[in-house]
């Protein structure tokens, strides 16, 4: 479900289909497979309406870069 908010100031809410599970039985694969499809699903919405989204959350503090492994979150002094 996402809430958009109009240029009238009005919202509009808009309800999805469930989301179905993909249960495999191995946990790791659909854990994986699952996060990737609902990701999917939220920047699909994202594309449609940009100007909706701020994320000011640093949501993952622990998140290194591949290649060099400094923090892509430093911290501020």
């Not at 809410?13 to 993909?22: K, N, S, Y």
């Not at 996060?35 to 994320?55: D, F, G, K, M």
């Not at 290194?64 to 892509?72: D, P």
């Amino acid at each position: 479900m996402f809430i958009i908010r109009n240029l009238d100031a009005h919202h509009k809410i808009t309800i999805h289909p469930a989301f179905e599970l993909t249960t495999t039985g191995n946990i790791q694969e659909d854990i994986t497979s699952n996060i990737a499809s609902l990701t999917r699903i939220v920047e699909a919405v994202i594309r449609e309406h940009p100007e909706q989204w701020w994320w000011v959350h640093r949501r993952f503090k622990r998140a290194r870069n591949i290649r060099t492994g400094e923090s892509l979150f430093p911290k501020h002094s």
